[in-house]
């Protein structure tokens, strides 16, 4: 999977495209300390509950989501983001189209 250009303006959002029924995702940079991914969810598409060993920045660039951390629900909107905690079984809901930048850093 290639990665995002780099020393290049990226119009971010526009990285991925929403396609029927599916969940697109785009490596947008990759270091040993963690990488940032670039999501489109179809409404209605989800990420089943699942942990993961290090915190994650969920930052919402278009549309609406439930995200679910350790059972409780939070609902996100454009421009709002939420850290899921490492260890904390979390799951991710399309309550629209949905965009999501997703940062992953290792400890």
């Known amino acids: ?10 119009q971010i959002a526009e990285l991925v495209s929403y396609q029927d029924g599916s969940v697109v995702s785009r490596q947008i940079t990759k ?6 991914t670039l999501f489109a969810f179809d409404k209605d598409q989800e990420l089943s509950e699942h ?13 609406r989501a439930e995200v679910r951390i350790s059972g409780k629900a939070f609902n996100l909107e454009t421009g709002e983001a939420i850290v899921m905690p490492a260890n904390e ?12 930048l997703l940062t992953m850093i290792r400890n």
Request: no cysteine.
């Open 89 to 100: 079984p979390h799951a991710l809901k399309a309550l629209t189209h949905f965009k999501m």
């Open 31 to 36: 270091a040993d300390a963690g990488n940032v």
């Open 51 to 63: 942990t993961a060993p290090f915190d994650a920045l969920v930052h919402v660039l278009d549309g």
């Open 1 to 10: 999977m290639s990665t995002a250009p780099k020393s290049e303006i990226l």
